[in-house]
C-alpha cells in the first residue's frame, strides 16, 4: 500500500442507482452519500418538493451543480458505463466512447419521461436497432467475478436496466461540464491534478467491508462507496485502483469497454 500526503481529491460521492420507472419519479433505491477528507459519509437528500427521494433527473442536475464548483470531487455511480466491444462489432460502431454515447442515447433515450422497458418493448426509442446479448460480458466484469452482463435485465443483481437508464445521464453531465469532469478510464487512465472525476462502481465488492450500522441495503452501498474512495484516497490505494495490472491489448479493449474501479 502506498502512504499519500497528498490526497487528489476533497470530496467523495457514492450513488447507488435505479433504472426502476422514469428519469421523474421519486425511487427509494436511488440514494447519495458524501464524505469528505475530515467526515466519514453522510446521506444527501434531495432537495425540498413533494417528493420523498431522489429522481435520475434530480441526481444528474445536482451532479453538474456540485461539480461545477472548484472542488475536486470523486464521484462512483452503480451502474455500467460502456458496453463489451462485442456490442461495438455487432453495430458497426467505432471504438470512440462518446460517440457510443450519442448513439446510445438517439436509440435509447431513457433521459425522456419513459420506462427502460418502453425501449426494450418497441413503445419508444428505437432499442431494437441497439440490442445486446447477455452471452457478451466486457473484460471488467469478467475480472469482478460476480458482475452481472449489462444485457442481463430481469435477474436478481442485474445492472442492466439501471445501465440503460444511466448512459444518457452520462452524456448529460459530459455536456454540462466539459472538462471539468474525467469520466474515468475514458478520457484517461490517471486524472489531472484538480480535475473531479466519475467511475463506475460495483458496491458488492467494498459493503462487506464496513458495518451496515442500521443502513437500508441501498443506503449502505452508496455509503460503503463513498466511504472506500474516500479511505483509498487518503491511504494511497487509489492510485493503484486507476492502474489496474491490464496488459497493453486488455487496456486498450478497456479504454472502449471501460472499466470497474477497484477491479484487478
Given at each position: 500500500?502506498?502512504?499519500?500526503?497528498?490526497?487528489?481529491?476533497?470530496?467523495?460521492?457514492?450513488?447507488?442507482?435505479?433504472?426502476?420507472?422514469t428519469?421523474?419519479?421519486?425511487?427509494?433505491?436511488?440514494?447519495?452519500?458524501?464524505?469528505?477528507?475530515?467526515?466519514?459519509?453522510?446521506?444527501?437528500?434531495?432537495?425540498?418538493?413533494p417528493?420523498?427521494y431522489?429522481?435520475?433527473?434530480?441526481?444528474?442536475?445536482?451532479?453538474?451543480?456540485?461539480?461545477?464548483?472548484?472542488?475536486?470531487?470523486l464521484?462512483?455511480?452503480?451502474?455500467?458505463?460502456?458496453?463489451?466491444?462485442?456490442?461495438?462489432?455487432?453495430?458497426?460502431?467505432?471504438?470512440?466512447?462518446?460517440?457510443?454515447?450519442?448513439?446510445?442515447?438517439?436509440?435509447?433515450?431513457?433521459?425522456?419521461?419513459?420506462?427502460?422497458?418502453?425501449?426494450?418493448?418497441?413503445?419508444?426509442?428505437n432499442?431494437?436497432?441497439?440490442?445486446?446479448?447477455?452471452?457478451?460480458?466486457?473484460?471488467?466484469?469478467?475480472?469482478?467475478?460476480?458482475?452481472?452482463?449489462?444485457?442481463?435485465?430481469?435477474?436478481?443483481?442485474?445492472?442492466?436496466?439501471?445501465?440503460?437508464?444511466?448512459?444518457?445521464?452520462l452524456l448529460?453531465?459530459?455536456?454540462?461540464?466539459?472538462?471539468?469532469?474525467?469520466?474515468?478510464?475514458?478520457?484517461?487512465?490517471?486524472?489531472?491534478?484538480g480535475?473531479?472525476?466519475?467511475a463506475?462502481?460495483?458496491?458488492?465488492?467494498?459493503?462487506?467491508?464496513?458495518?451496515?450500522?442500521?443502513r437500508?441495503?441501498?443506503?449502505?452501498?452508496?455509503?460503503?462507496?463513498?466511504?472506500?474512495?474516500?479511505?483509498?484516497?487518503?491511504?494511497?490505494?487509489?492510485?493503484?485502483?486507476?492502474?489496474?495490472?491490464?496488459?497493453?491489448?486488455?487496456r486498450?479493449?478497456?479504454?472502449?469497454?471501460?472499466?470497474?474501479?477497484?477491479?484487478d
Open positions: 500500500m502506498n502512504s499519500n500526503a497528498n490526497p487528489a481529491f476533497a470530496r467523495y460521492i457514492g450513488i447507488d442507482y435505479s433504472g426502476a420507472a428519469p421523474k419519479s421519486s425511487l427509494q433505491g436511488l440514494r447519495v452519500y458524501q464524505a469528505d477528507r475530515a467526515a466519514l459519509p453522510a446521506e444527501v437528500v434531495p432537495p425540498p418538493s417528493r420523498t431522489w429522481t435520475r433527473r434530480g441526481i444528474a442536475e445536482w451532479l453538474v451543480d456540485r461539480l461545477a464548483e472548484d472542488q475536486p470531487t464521484v462512483g455511480i452503480d451502474h455500467g458505463f460502456s458496453f463489451p466491444l462485442a456490442y461495438f462489432e455487432a453495430h458497426h460502431l467505432p471504438f470512440d466512447w462518446p460517440a457510443f454515447l450519442a448513439d446510445f442515447q438517439r436509440h435509447w433515450p431513457t433521459d425522456d419521461d419513459i420506462y427502460v422497458d418502453f425501449v426494450r418493448y418497441g413503445n419508444a426509442g432499442g431494437a436497432a441497439r440490442m445486446g446479448s447477455t452471452r457478451w460480458r466486457r473484460l471488467t466484469e469478467t475480472r469482478a467475478g460476480a458482475a452481472k452482463s449489462v444485457f442481463h435485465f430481469d435477474v436478481q443483481g442485474s445492472v442492466a436496466k439501471s445501465t440503460h437508464a444511466g448512459l444518457p445521464w448529460y453531465l459530459r455536456r454540462h461540464l466539459g472538462d471539468r469532469i474525467h469520466c474515468w478510464p475514458f478520457d484517461g487512465w490517471q486524472v489531472p491534478a480535475r473531479s472525476m466519475v463506475e462502481v460495483y458496491p458488492a465488492r467494498w459493503k462487506r467491508l464496513f458495518p451496515p450500522d442500521g437500508t441495503p441501498d443506503q449502505h452501498d452508496a455509503w460503503s462507496v463513498a466511504a472506500w474512495l474516500r479511505q483509498a484516497d487518503l491511504d494511497g490505494r487509489l492510485q493503484d485502483a486507476l492502474a489496474p495490472a491490464l496488459t497493453p491489448p486488455q486498450a479493449m478497456a479504454d472502449i469497454e471501460g472499466w470497474i474501479l477497484g477491479v
